[in-house]
């Protein structure tokens, strides 16, 4: 079985996400994408992210009806912050051994890889398939593997970079969008309308909870 893990705070999930779950999903014939809230990450201050139960959700809400698309509350029950690290090995023990993860992450999020707790040991558990972001190039993203994971092969046909263990770093261009989490919870905020921004369930959701205003 061949899964992608898209993980990320989703505070709120908008069309941005969805649009790179939905096209990973296609280019690397995934069977499923979970989407996985983080339940406290680590490069967020407390106080700062909305709590859990909200996130998730919205994610559920914004996936209704998308049969390949499931969502998963396992963070929940891991203490303090969220690793990506014990996270992939948490899916190890969940899923058939057979099971292959993608693991979905923006070319901004993979260039500080070298921030992440036991980094190294990632490419061990999963699939990298990093997209790109506006403002990077994939330069970047070999500059990382230069220096990091030294000793990758390329295989141009499937624009892959194959690592030293039995996984590889996937590079993916999908649809941009000019969208964050940041800009729709600036807008509720604000009071503008965040429609188009993301799907009608979440702008109701956050509307009907008074997720994000001052």
Do not use: C
Request: net charge neutral.
């Amino acid at each position: 079985m061949r899964i992608g893990i898209f993980g990320g705070a989703f505070d709120p999930i908008h069309y941005g996400h969805l649009r790179v779950a939905e096209e990973v999903y296609e280019s690397l014939a995934l069977e499923r994408v979970v989407f996985l809230p983080t339940a406290t990450p680590p490069h967020k201050t407390a106080g700062r992210i909305t709590p859990f139960a909200h996130r998730i959700k919205m994610v559920q809400l914004a996936i209704e009806g998308v049969d390949h698309f499931v969502v998963s509350d396992m963070e929940k029950e891991i203490p303090g912050h969220s690793y990506s690290i014990e996270t992939l090995r948490r899916l190890h023990t969940t899923f058939d051994l057979d099971t292959r993860f993608y693991f979905i992450v923006g070319l901004d999020a993979f260039v500080e890889l070298p921030t992440w707790k036991e980094y190294r040991r990632l490419p061990s558990y999963a699939n990298f398939v990093v997209v790109d972001r506006p403002g990077y190039s994939e330069t970047e993203l070999k500059a990382v593997l230069d220096q990091h994971f030294p000793g990758y092969t390329y295989d141009d046909n499937r624009k892959e970079y194959l690592l030293s263990g039995q996984y590889s770093v996937f590079y993916r261009k999908t649809t941009l969008f000019g969208i964050s989490s940041t800009a729709v919870r600036r807008a509720v905020a604000e009071g503008h309308s965040v429609r188009f921004l993301a799907p009608p369930a979440v702008e109701k959701y956050i509307y009907q909870e008074r997720l994000y205003v001052k």
